[in-house]
Antibody, heavy 118, light 108 residues
């Protein structure tokens, strides 16, 4: 069955960096686009970034553009999110999610909490 | 950017009754709309895509309708496990993919 598992979350000071990973199993990873979606405490869902199945195209939300970098390693079935220049408002649970034809998100990981605080 | 607006913010319904949740887009998204259910401490789960197609394993008591800018998610007879937060999401024009702010469905 499809499984997505995030790791790498934690507490970081404002201006710091953190790298999230998402391990995928149960499907052909290289056939699917992959996203990061975040949810601030007690708030709704916010799309963060997408990388196409072959890594050829990447898109970002304006709120993270220039600070976050999405990448993937299809040989290791792994999705990553490098987060630099972190701000307090980046505090959230970060979910990785599988994409079907650049449309909706049919499978989600369990999430990884990132807390940006001094 | 397409703005998605859900109403009401909170809906109180008794088990066994019908619940109707609304989602409005700031411009037409055709039928490029999905619905998700999220329970406390859990990841969102895909319920519906294409505005009216149930995702795999979703019970028939869930139905979706609408196109253009107005959409509805209906749960015909509420079960205890249906009380959760529901989000709509458009995938017509991206980036960014945008979500509604959510409707909390609570037990009356």
């Amino acid at each position: 069955q499809v499984q997505l598992a995030e790791s790498g979350g934690g507490v970081v000071q404002p201006g710091g960096s953190l790298r999230l990973s998402c391990g995928a199993s149960g499907f052909t990873f290289s056939n699917y686009g992959m996203h990061w979606v975040r949810q601030a405490p007690g708030k709704g869902l916010e799309w963060v970034a997408v990388v196409w199945h072959d890594g050829g195209s990447k898109y970002y939300a304006d709120s993270v553009k220039g600070r976050f970098t999405i990448s993937r390693d299809n040989s290791r079935n792994t999705l990553s999110l490098q987060m630099n220049s972190l701000r307090v408002e980046d505090t959230a649970v970060y979910y990785c999610a599988r994409d079907l034809h650049s449309q909706y998100f049919d499978y989600w990981g369990q999430g990884s909490l990132v807390t940006v605080s001094s | 950017e397409i703005v998605m607006t859900q109403s009401p913010a909170t809906l109180s319904v008794s088990p066994g009754e019908r619940a109707t949740l609304s989602c409005r887009a700031s411009q037409s998204v055709s039928s490029n709309l999905a619905w998700y259910q999220q329970k406390p401490g859990q990841a969102p789960r895909l319920l519906m895509y294409g505005a009216s197609t149930r995702a795999t394993g979703i019970p028939a008591r869930f139905s979706g309708s609408g196109s253009g800018t107005e959409f509805t998610l209906t749960i015909s007879s509420l079960q205890s496990e249906d009380f959760a937060v529901y989000y709509c999401q458009q995938y017509k024009n991206w980036p960014p993919y945008t979500f509604g702010q959510g409707t909390k469905l609570e037990i009356k």
